[in-house]
Nanobody, 111 residues
């Protein structure tokens, strides 16, 4: 069982930036795929971005060009840099290291 601790969420104005972090309780070097998901009120959880151990990244169409996922195996941490935020990005963001989920961090973007 891996414990995941997310941080970096908060309230930001539209057009602003946030960087989310997800720190794992053990080495992530052997984990092939890591991802960020989000869930807005009344909506299903959706995949935002994932990254493989080889560095391949994929993004939801809604965040392409604005969000960047990265991982630092030495720090056992995965990041999500979010730029040009819009109110539609408001959600709880979850880190996923299969099969484990983080507790979520709230991101609120005001217009």
């Amino acid at each position: 069982q891996v414990q995941l601790v997310e941080s970096g969420g908060g309230l930001v104005q539209a057009g602003g930036s946030l960087r989310l972090s997800c720190a794992a309780s053990r080495s992530i070097g052997s984990i092939n795929v890591m991802a960020w998901y989000r869930q807005a009120p009344g909506k299903q959880r959706e995949l935002v971005a994932h990254i493989t151990s080889g560095g391949t990244r994929n993004y939801a169409d809604s965040v392409k060009g604005r969000f960047t996922i990265s991982r630092d195996n030495a720090k056992n941490t995965v990041y999500l840099q979010m730029n040009s935020l819009t109110p539609e990005d408001t959600a709880v963001y979850y880190c996923w290291l299969p099969p484990n989920w983080g507790q979520g961090t709230q991101v609120t973007v005001s217009s």
